[in-house]
């Protein structure tokens, strides 16, 4: 009799837990804050966009990257009105040959964009037109990771990856830089779900909120969120949840020798995180999955893409939702950036908010 009450008990309490996780699932959602269509100046520039984009810290400017000619980065209004484009494809002083890596000054009157083709950072002033080169770290061993690149103050804080280190465990995945890129400070480690082990999918990713001075770092290959503080470089917290719908293989690869293969355990057995962000009571983390009509089409659309929500009081998980779209970046009001299309004659594009149903 007492095992059967200890059966009942048990079945009552997994179907509790699977309602809450329904619950879960169920009470939030993305509301469409805005939605433009980028116009004609700036969809003529956008031939073959990289699916990450930014605001800028004061004004209402959201910034897209053209990989292929003409490089650049695309600047447009929350309207989609075409402002400016920065940077031109080549080898001169104020031309670029890769611009995937970019973000905006804290006081939006330079942007800096990484050539990693040049092995240059590039610093365009938008109020004298000016255009300052600084040495990339290539030749240190070091490898900066960050698609967005964010400055706080006067410093720099971008994700980084050593090469050559024996002991990756105990290496930094944050750099402090200066105005002028000249490396500060480290901190900051891969996470522990790494322990002993390298991957090609470790790369660090990071979101940073000046206002609230932290840090938020995750990797390619997990949903594992740490939280460091600015003030001291100290870890407050780390998010060890991990979403129902995110794949997590067990497997770690440290060189791509099989590509068919590779692709196969993207498809069938590994997620990737793509960013992260928050806003005043949210964490996101954004992540994809990969599927074989990706790797036929090279069509963005043709990923899955969902968003893992938790909650910034507690950091406890609160859902997940699905993304109609391509997610690309956050907003300064902690909006997603989501592009409905790749069709170029019409890019849509939608800002969108975490609420409750």
Request: net charge negative; proline share 2%; with cysteine.
């Amino acid at each position: 009799m007492r095992n059967l009450k200890i059966l009942l008990l048990s079945i009552l309490l997994m179907f509790i837990s699977c309602k809450d996780r329904e619950i879960k699932n169920e009470v939030f959602e993305f509301e469409v804050v805005k939605e433009f269509t980028l116009d004609e100046a700036a969809t003529s520039k956008l031939f073959s966009f990289y699916p990450r984009a930014t605001s800028a810290n004061q004004s209402d400017i959201i910034g897209f990257s053209n990989t292929k000619s003409p490089v650049g980065i695309i600047l447009v209004d929350y309207d989609g009105n075409f402002i400016e484009q920065i940077g031109s494809e080549g080898r001169g002083p104020a031309e670029i040959l890769s611009s995937r890596y970019f973000g905006f000054s804290q006081n939006d009157k330079t942007l800096a964009v990484r050539d990693n083709s040049s092995a240059l950072i590039k610093k365009f002033n938008r109020s004298n037109d000016s255009v300052e080169s600084h040495e990339d770290h290539f030749k240190d061993g070091i490898n900066i990771t960050s698609n967005i690149m964010t400055q706080c103050k006067d410093s720099w804080y971008l994700g980084v990856s050593f090469y050559q280190e024996e002991d990756q465990d105990s290496v930094n995945t944050i750099g402090v830089f200066d105005s002028d890129f000249r490396l500060e400070k480290t901190f900051g480690y891969s996470d522990p779900f790494f322990q002993g082990n390298k991957d090609v999918l470790k790369k660090p990713i990071l979101h940073v909120n000046c206002n609230e001075g932290l840090i938020y770092l995750t990797h390619y290959k997990i949903p594992y969120i740490q939280i460091y503080e600015l003030e001291n470089y100290s870890l407050k917290h780390r998010i060890d949840f991990k979403p129902e719908s995110f794949k997590l293989s067990d497997e770690f690869i440290e060189m791509i020798y099989d590509r068919e293969a590779y692709h196969e355990m993207l498809v069938n057995e590994q997620s990737s995180s793509l960013f992260v962000y928050d806003n005043e009571e949210h964490i996101v983390l954004i992540f994809r999955q990969a599927t074989e009509d990706y790797f036929e089409s090279r069509n963005f659309n043709d990923f899955i893409h969902r968003a893992a929500i938790y909650s910034k009081k507690n950091y406890s998980f609160i859902g997940e939702i699905s993304i109609d779209g391509i997610p690309m970046g956050s907003t300064k009001e902690g909006y997603l950036i989501n592009m409905l299309n790749e069709d170029q004659d019409e890019y849509r594009i939608q800002l969108l908010n975490v609420v409750s149903k």
